[in-house]
């Protein structure tokens, strides 16, 4: 059965350090508020913030807003669904596209080519003609992958031999796309090249090609995050988002060892939408982003 976002997220440390501060029936005072932010920077809440909600927290303990830990802690969580709610903005195959690009992007091993091929399912699924792109042409590992999902799946992939141009792959998956009608092209870039200006020239390039055959394209840049990595992922969005643009971020690996707080530093520094968040490898652990069920998977 389909786990449920608790069942994913309860072995984080932000769910553990939260259980513990609360299970103890704390009295409402400054050191439990100074606890509370410790126990959210140590879950990767970042500084900024974790600051941030403690201080508003203290204002409103300060006013006598709360009587007990218990609805200080309903005020915790109303205060992170609150600042969840902007950026969980799904994302939208717009259908006078025609194909859609969805381009790939992040560094080596965040999980970007298995979420491909859980996208692709999903998408296949809801009707979607689609095809894939194996513009991950640094690794040879990826392309194969790539390919066998799509024979799997029957989803057409374009690829080339391994070392070939990956601009040179997507401006053909693009071209094939549209002669064939498909309405949603996904593809996949490389994580990883010699250098990192390779890297971000590899992914200016591909942005430049596509724009000879539409426009628009791509319509959308989905960044994946490992939610493992900590503060390390401010860095990437920074990164991508310098080199081609990023309107999106699917946020993998939140079960098993992630602290569970990145998506909230995320969401303070950029406000970019989180499409999908990643709670586990098989198909159906890739969820559309829920704040509510995120904080409640979090929170004691
Ligand atoms: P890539 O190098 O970015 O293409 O990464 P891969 O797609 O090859 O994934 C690397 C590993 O992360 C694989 O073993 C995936 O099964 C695993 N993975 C991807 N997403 C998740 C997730 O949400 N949770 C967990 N636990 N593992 C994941």
């Not at 796309?177 to 250098?195: N, Q």
């Amino acid at each position: 059965a389909k786990k449920t976002w608790r069942e994913r997220l309860s072995g984080s440390a932000f769910a553990k350090n939260l259980g513990a501060l609360f299970s103890r029936k704390p009295k409402l005072d400054d050191a439990l508020l100074d606890e509370l932010e410790t126990a959210l920077i140590t879950a990767d809440v970042g500084v900024a913030a974790s600051t941030d909600l403690v201080e508003n927290l203290r204002r409103r303990v300060n006013k006598r807003e709360f009587e007990d830990a218990t609805q200080l802690l309903a005020a915790l969580r109303e205060a992170l669904i609150a600042l969840l709610v902007p950026v969980a903005r799904p994302l939208a195959i717009a259908p006078e596209h025609k194909p859609f690009v969805l381009l790939m992007v992040g560094v080596n091993g965040v999980g970007k080519t298995t979420t491909i091929g859980k996208l692709a399912r999903r998408y296949q699924q809801e009707g979607h003609d689609l095809m894939l792109a194996a513009g991950d042409t640094f690794r040879a590992a990826a392309v194969e992958q790539l390919k066998t999902w799509g024979e799997r799946n029957r989803v057409p992939v374009i690829a080339q031999g391994s070392g070939a141009d990956a601009a040179s792959v997507i401006f053909d998956a693009l071209q094939s796309a549209k002669s064939k009608g498909a309405d949603l092209l996904i593809a996949d870039t490389a994580g990883r090249l010699h250098t990192q200006s390779g890297l971000m020239d590899e992914l200016s390039k591909i942005r430049r090609v596509l724009g000879k055959l539409d426009a628009s394209a791509p319509h959308e840049v989905l960044l994946v995050i490992d939610g493992t990595t900590g503060q390390n992922a401010i860095n990437q969005v920074r990164q991508f988002r310098a080199a081609i643009g990023v309107t999106g971020l699917v946020v993998s690996k939140l079960d098993g060892t992630a602290k569970g707080g990145v998506i909230f530093a995320l969401a303070k520094e950029f406000g970019l939408p989180i499409r999908f968040v990643g709670l586990g490898e098989s198909l159906d652990d890739l969820r559309v982003f829920d704040p509510a069920a995120f904080v409640d998977g979090l929170l004691p």
